[in-house]
């Protein structure tokens, strides 16, 4: 609290300081300057004595820029990101103090939005790469004067589900899951997100908990279940995924969700039978006889009889012989609750009361039913979560807290996929979902609670650190074959599914002890590992070793087969004798068995002899010794028969100097790969960004961002094309950060050559905003142990859960909150709780900003409020 | 050097691209084609692989007239109509795995595979988006076993309108019939189609009601999802308003529908309601798949008893099964070019202006390295393709190329079809569109 209260006198210091000599500057109000008279001047000042009329650098000449229009937009957005980022002007030149540049920057995006308004809008400052260009030193220092933060909110609005939270919310009509198990907690368990399948598709499944026989091999099983695949989409893959303003429903996605309403509504009242004949559902799947090839049919399938879709009121309208309002209601109750998470108002209730009777008359109640209850999968609130927050009286700064249902499912939201618990339901309905203290509550208890699954938690650390798209990256087949793992089939592509499921889990065991998690991720030695792990986890071995290797499997088969035949001639021999033995005395039981018993060996040493003696063994990479005790991870329902993902995993600990905390696990360098090679760039920009907080400008539309193809050279040779002047200012944040990752080949083998050299691994780290970390490091583990203990990294982490909770970037005005965030999580020993809990029950979290909120003139009034705020 | 000058200079030819994107589609073709009618594109893929034995004629090694040739007996019905026909052999999908189907991958032209989302949108998409707008700008149909086709109506995994973004097919006759002739049909499909129009239009009223009081900053974004429901209202009353000139197309609803003796009978009248929508307008890009991308599929009522998985274990060549379904696609390629040749169009007929792209999900058999791809085109699509020979490709130039062909053809000419620069540099040893398909 020190801390804090220190801050607050800064910053209430501050607030006297700015409004005694009137030249306040307060994040997110308009800067009511203009082209002429500001901008101008900030460019003569700053910037043309560089970039003028003759031989201006890189180019560029800003002498006659003038005021922003459609022309020179692109030209703006470059001069915002490069004075936002402190880029420009360079060190040497004459700096503006931090309150012109703020306002600058301010003055260029508010242009920007406005030139750009009816041409496609200008939203780049509000994505979350952007999300750096806040300076970390004014969010986590002190401010200079001339700064006055205002209390801080989120602007009201919808968030569109994600495809991952729809299909999850659609899995619970159809499908129970099983309970958390305390014994086997990393079983999947009812309230975990519905994750992808075998082959990395996000699809629902009808009725595979029932299949208890099919035909045919994993294909045929595929094809014959029932499953559908999400329908809503996501454009983005990387980084944070989920903002509000990302997404919408089309006409496209609209149309098939009502052809999936019809199935999952005839699924919940009729179950298997809605895709399957009678005769396929029985517990004696020998009763069923399928005749002749059907593999590949859902004719092929046998359910057993024992219901385990939850029976619903939609089941109970079906079943009845009439219809009935009080069924009708009761269904149309009952799946607005299941679909939106609360229940229908009265006007909702009888809206959709009066289309499915209308349906009903129309087509009658089998048809009738099912067409009309699909329109409730198209409600609103069915796709997209309301935080409108229309009540109440907006603050001087224009806020509203959320309450009631708005409030309690933005709690939900924050950790859970599935709709409220009960303790959650009725803490809204008696009216405990309206202050802070109560949302602290409903938090806490869920955080604390192993049974409550909160798939949302883990997304967070997906989008953070990106391990999840391992699988999606497409290998060259003879790129991939060169790192030493198989390119069979699709072997490679099973394993980063399994690898992402793995990572998910060593992600939750750091988070159920809840110390230092940030720390931990990235310096453990824990891995849950595959049996195909151990390639994945070993060490890529030299030509030399190879032949070695291939040398040494040879003799040893030499030796077996030598002993092989030298054991048969013994057998033979023996049976000889045996039978000879025997024909003397014919009436010998003992003989007679021995001598079967002899014959049966001997038949067994020359099939063994016979036997293909092709080798399974991987030469080309020393599997790591992995073990460690049997746990689980969570995969996916039954997709592929039993070539289906597996949940079975060890927990096991990663061979030493070789690899340290997930950044050197293969599902987050695989994640960081492309198909021939490493991705050097995109692994530093990882650091650069989610580690030291510092932000990379767009990619000039100038550059053709090629390395050229030289197999003869290695990636970091290959990669001189970046060290150009005018590359290397934004590569150097990244190209140093990503080298040192070259201690692995592009499958995540540990290597120690590279093109028969030894493999070079340094790197180093520039301008981090921390001068304690700069300075060059020998290679990946060097630099995250060095990163691992800094208080910057564990801000940065600070802020993008902020960024992930609030789903939006932070301002300046978000200072406090990131402040307090930082604290409860340091303070709390590396807690992740802490960090949620403080996260969930800050104003960012908690109000919205309903209406602009007041001006310069009107702010004196609200400084006040402004440190009341801050001190909440 | 950047400056304002240079940018100015930029916005001149910027303004001209802008000023042509604002023609309409059809004045767009003829600025780009010079020519003024308009063109439909079908691709239609057969599951299990497409043999190249099975449509090259004998003999038949390099790249040639096929005036002479004879047709190979699988493809005989296209006899008549090789003077449309171009047999393409040697393109490849090598990137693509399409052993056990490319999924996506095949259209797409990048690696796909079961249970693998599409990652960008399929060059069938992509021609609707060029190609001038129709009512239903895409229309995909599904050909499966009749168990497969009830009980899962609509699938996808052909087609995708991008990353992550599958488009279904339709399979249920029944429920494509109501979709485009609901509005003059009559009995159960008439009550059924004003059942769900009733439906729409309330769920459009709700949603609209939802949002009147958003933020400034929703309103656009929650405004595209009401105007997707007004989009699907707005074809149903633009399906209605031309129902005069729809009733002229419509398939007559037979038993064929209701009570399908064979799955041929759902796959015929799948085909009568695709050409339909092609003759009548409402569409102009048609993917019919038959056997739906997967490795199975049933055509029992050819007499083909065996079914899904084991015909792709079969050598396609002399092969009576696989003879007969080959036989069968002939005949319904000979039927689409048939109806289409009935309808004039400009100073000829809709064929005229179409192009037709035969090929398989599999490369040319289920268990396959995608070394080669054969493709039949049919049409020459407003002369923009020779015709009437048969080209032998020498295996370095990916499907992707084909579909960079088909996309320059249609007035958007592109370098490269879903395939960046590093994968190209493995996979294809030229740039730009195949220049031995194109006139």
């Not at chain 1, 009137?22 to 300057?33: A, L, R, S, V």
């Not at chain 1, 060169?482 to 699709?490: A, L």
């Amino acid at each position: 609290m020190k801390k804090v209260g220190s801050l607050l006198i800064v910053l209430l210091l501050g607030v006297c300081l700015s409004a005694a000599n009137g030249e306040d500057y307060t994040p997110g109000q308009k800067i009511n300057k203009d082209y002429e008279t500001f901008a101008k001047q900030f460019l003569a000042n700053h910037c043309v004595d560089c970039h003028g009329e003759t031989e201006p650098e890189g180019g560029l000449s800003l002498n006659d820029l003038g005021p922003v229009d459609e022309v020179n937009s692109g030209i703006w957005k470059t001069v915002w990101a490069q004075v936002t980022l402190k880029e420009m002007p360079p060190p040497e030149m004459l700096q503006p103090d931090v309150v012109e540049r703020l306002k600058f920057s301010d003055w260029i995006v508010d242009e920007l939005k406005r030139v750009m308004r009816d041409k496609g809008g200008f939203q780049a400052h509000l994505d979350p790469d952007k999300g750096n260009f806040v300076d970390h030193d004014l969010l986590f220092g002190p401010l200079p004067d001339g700064i006055t933060l205002q209390p801080t909110s989120s602007p009201a609005r919808l968030w569109r589900v994600t495809p991952e939270e729809h299909i999850t919310r659609l899995n619970e009509l159809i499908n129970t899951e099983p309970e958390y198990d305390p014994k086997k907690p990393g079983l999947r368990a009812h309230g975990d997100a519905v994750p992808t399948n075998h082959g990395g598709e996000l699809k629902l499944y009808f009725g595979t908990d029932r299949i208890i026989k099919w035909q045919g091999g994993t294909v045929a099983y595929a094809t014959s279940v029932k499953s559908v695949p999400a329908v809503l989409s996501s454009a983005r893959d990387h980084g944070l995924e989920n903002y509000p303003h990302f997404s919408t429903v089309n006409s496209a996605e609209a149309t098939q969700i009502m052809t999936v309403a019809g199935d999952l509504l005839r699924y919940m009242a009729y179950g298997p039978l809605s895709i399957a004949n009678p005769e396929q559902i029985t517990d004696d799947p020998n009763t069923y006889k399928m005749e002749g090839d059907i593999r590949g049919l859902p004719t092929a399938l046998v359910y057993s009889t024992k219901i385990v879709r939850p029976l619903t009121p939609v089941y109970e309208l079906m079943k009845a012989e009439n219809v009935s309002d009080e069924h009708l209601r009761a269904a149309v109750d009952s799946l607005f609750e299941s679909l939106t998470y609360r229940p229908p108002t009265e006007e909702e209730s009888n809206q959709y009361l009066a289309i499915v009777k209308q349906s009903v008359d129309k087509l009658g109640k089998e048809e009738g039913a099912v067409l009309g209850l699909s329109a409730i999968f198209l409600d609103r609130d069915a796709l997209f979560r309301p935080e409108l927050a229309e009540y109440g009286t907006p603050d001087e700064y224009g806020r509203v807290m959320l309450q009631d249902w708005e409030l309690g499912l933005a709690v939900n939201h924050a950790l859970r996929y599935i709709k409220p618990d009960a303790q959650l339901r009725q803490a809204v309905l008696d009216g405990r979902m309206r202050t802070k203290e109560d949302v602290k509550l409903e938090v806490e208890r869920m955080l604390a609670d192993d049974s409550i699954r909160k798939p949302r938690v883990l997304q967070f650390f997906r989008d953070y650190f990106d391990y999840d798209l391992g699988g999606y990256i497409c290998k060259d087949s003879r790129a991939l074959a060169e790192t030493g793992v198989s390119n069979r089939g699709t072997s490679h592509y099973r394993s980063m599914f399994d690898a992402t499921a793995s990572t998910d889990r060593l992600v939750e065991l750091i988070l159920k002890e809840d110390k230092d998690v940030l720390k931990r991720l990235l310096t453990t030695d824990q891995v849950v590992a595959t049996n195909s792990d151990q390639i994945y986890f070993g060490r890529r071995r030299t030509p030399d070793e190879v032949k070695a290797s291939i040398a040494a499997e040879k003799k040893a088969q030499a030796e077996e087969t030598r002993k092989l035949k030298a054991e048969i001639e013994t057998l033979e021999k023996e049976i000889v004798e045996l039978k000879a033995k025997l024909e003397a005395s014919p009436e010998d039981k003992a003989l007679e068995r021995m001598l079967t018993k002899q014959t049966k060996e001997l038949e067994n040493k020359q099939k063994a002899e016979k036997k293909n003696k092709r080798s399974n063994t991987n030469h080309n990479v020393e599997p790591a010794d992995l073990s460690g005790p049997k746990i689980f991870a969570r995969v996916s329902r039954r997709s592929f028969g039993n070539g289906s993902l597996k949940p079975d995993r060890i927990l096991a600990t990663v061979p030493e100097g070789e690899r340290l905390g997930i950044l050197t696990h293969p599902s987050w360098l695989v994640s960081h790969s492309d198909a021939m090679d490493n991705h050097a760039i995109r692994r530093g920009r990882w650091i650069r960004e989610r580690l030291l907080g510092g932000g990379i400008p767009d990619v000039p539309i100038t550059v053709d961002a090629m390395l050229p193809d030289e197999p003869q050279n290695t990636l970091r040779e290959r990669m001189r094309v970046t060290r150009e002047n005018y590359c290397w200012q934004c590569h150097k944040k990244m190209d140093p950060l990503g080298l040192p990752f070259e201690m692995f080949n592009h499958a995540g083998v540990y290597r120690e050559t590279e093109l028969g050299k030894p493999v070079d691994t340094t790197g180093e780290i520039i301008d981090s905003g921390d001068p304690s970390l700069d300075g060059k490091v020998n290679d990946a583990i060097d630099m995250i142990r060095k990163i691992a203990e800094s208080e910057r990294a564990e801000q940065v982490f600070v802020r993008h859960a902020f960024r992930f909770w609030m789903g939006r970037n932070e301002t300046l005005n978000d200072a406090p909150v990131l402040q307090e965030a930082y604290r409860a999580y340091k303070e709390n020993g590396g807690s992740m709780n802490a960090l949620i809990t403080s996260l969930l029950t800050s104003d960012a979290f908690l109000y919205r900003q309903v209406k602009p909120p007041a001006q310069r003139a009107d702010q004196k009034a609200g400084d006040k409020d402004a440190s009341k705020v801050t001190a909440r | 050097m950047i400056n304002r000058r240079t940018l100015l200079q930029g916005m001149a030819a910027g303004a001209c691209a802008s000023f042509l994107g604002q023609l309409s589609p059809r004045q767009l073709q003829a600025a780009s084609n010079h020519q003024s009618t308009p063109k439909r594109v079908i691709f239609f893929m057969q599951n299990q692989g497409f043999d190249p034995k099975t449509c090259v004629p004998e003999g038949m090694t390099s790249s040639g007239s096929l005036a002479k040739a004879k047709l190979p007996e699988p493809i005989e019905a296209l006899e008549p109509y090789k003077e449309r026909l171009h047999i393409i052999n040697g393109l490849h999908g090598q990137h693509t795995s399409p052993s056990h189907s490319a999924f996506f991958g095949a259209l797409g032209g990048y690696r796909g595979s079961d249970g693998v989302p599409p990652s960008a949108a399929t060059i069938d998409y992509e021609m609707s988006k060029v190609l001038p707008q129709t009512l239903l700008p895409h229309l995909c149909i599904g050909m499966d076993s009749i168990e497969n086709m009830t009980t899962k109506p609509t699938i996808a995994t052909l087609s995708a309108s991008g990353a992550g973004q599958p488009i279904f097919m339709h399979s249920n006759p029944n429920h494509l019939y109501q979709m485009l002739y609901g509005g003059i049909s009559t009995g159960d499909i008439r009550q059924q189609h004003e059942a769900q129009s009733n439906l729409f239009n309330q769920i459009e009223k709700l949603a609209a009601a939802k949002g009147e009081s958003l933020p400034l900053t929703d309103q656009l974004r929650y405004g595209q999802y009401v105007q997707g429901f007004e989009e699907i209202n707005g074809l149903r009353e633009r399906l209605a308003s031309v129902s005069d000139h729809l009733r002229k197309f419509a398939p007559q609803v037979d038993e064929r529908y209701t009570k399908p003796e064979f799955e041929t009978d759902w796959h015929d009248v799948l085909l009568d309601l695709g050409i339909s929508a092609l003759k009548s307008g409402i569409t102009n890009t048609l993917t019919i798949g038959s056997g739906r991308g997967e490795i199975f599929g049933a055509w029992k009522g050819l007499g083909v008893e065996q079914q899904g998985h084991n015909l792709g274990h079969m050598e396609q060549p002399d092969n009576p099964i696989w003879i007969k379904i080959r036989q069968y696609n002939s005949r319904m390629l000979v039927r689409i070019m048939e109806e289409l040749e009935s309808v004039p169009e400009g100073s000829g007929t809709m064929m005229d202006h179409t192009l037709i792209v035969y090929t398989s999900n599999n490369a040319d058999k289920q268990h396959t390295s995608g070394a080669n791809w054969p493709v039949m085109l049919l049409g020459n699509f407003d002369g923009a393709f020779k015709t009437g020979c048969f080209t032998q490709l020498d295996g370095k130039r990916p499907i992707n190329a084909l579909y960079s062909s088909l996309l320059c053809a249609a007035g958007a000419p592109c370098d490269r079809f879903n395939m960046n620069e590093q994968l190209a540099s493995k996979f294809d040893t030229a740039s730009g569109p195949l220049k031995e398909v194109l006139v």
